[in-house]
């Protein structure tokens, strides 16, 4: 069986896709969906296989408080128009690719950088203390998000390691906000001698 979380990945934010499983080139059975397709606005949907969902036709009834109910389905499809007449998918795949490109010459200045990958706007950089023994930079990543936060900018850490520099900020985020955070990335970098 195949799950595909789509809680922050979904809804455009990878930019060449709508979906982030589709980068996979999979057909999942399962797929949850949350926090962006209510922009705010608490709603999550699960989305199944008819095989899947005729397996829960047993005779036990469903219940949930919030289910189905007029103003979460009108916001649902209030955020679905917004994100199709405003391109956000485009902008985010166009910001994406501006805020790896800046990434990556940061990783050429400040060795701790060894790595930049991701889909859009969902972005990691992944920091070690040597390039060579790709040993983690996890005090390192933490003091950088810390000093990050002080600047505005509100980062995270992920991987199995807890050193890669999570990167996932609002769809409206702008090539001149890409610009920004990148350049107080290399100045936080610098003043914490990464």
Not at 4 to 27: H, M, P, S, T
Not at 71 to 78: F, I, K, L, P, Y
Not at 118 to 130: N, P, Y
Request: charged letters at 20%.
């Amino acid at each position: 069986m195949c799950i595909a979380d789509e809680v922050q990945v979904g809804f455009g934010r990878v930019g060449e896709k709508f979906w982030g499983f589709e980068l996979q080139n999979v057909e999942p059975d399962i797929v949850v969906l949350g926090k962006p397709i209510g922009n705010g606005h608490p709603l999550a949907a699960v989305v199944v296989t008819e095989e899947i969902a005729d397996a829960f036709n047993n005779g036990m009834e469903y219940f949930n408080t919030f289910g189905g109910n007029p103003v979460s389905m009108a916001t649902g499809r209030a955020v679905l128009e917004v994100i199709q007449s405003e391109r956000m998918q485009q902008h985010a795949l166009e910001t994406g690719d501006f805020l790896m490109e800046g990434l990556r010459g940061l990783m050429a200045k400040h060795p701790v950088i060894s790595d930049v990958r991701g889909h859009g706007l969902f972005v990691g950089a992944e920091m070690v203390k040597d390039r060579q023994t790709k040993e983690p930079a996890v005090a390192e990543i933490n003091a950088l998000v810390e000093s990050m936060k002080e600047r505005g900018f509100l980062l995270s850490t992920d991987g199995p390691l807890y050193n890669v520099l999570k990167i996932k900020p609002p769809m409206v985020f702008s090539k001149q906000n890409a610009a920004d955070m990148v350049r107080h990335l290399d100045e936080a970098l610098t003043a914490l001698s990464l």
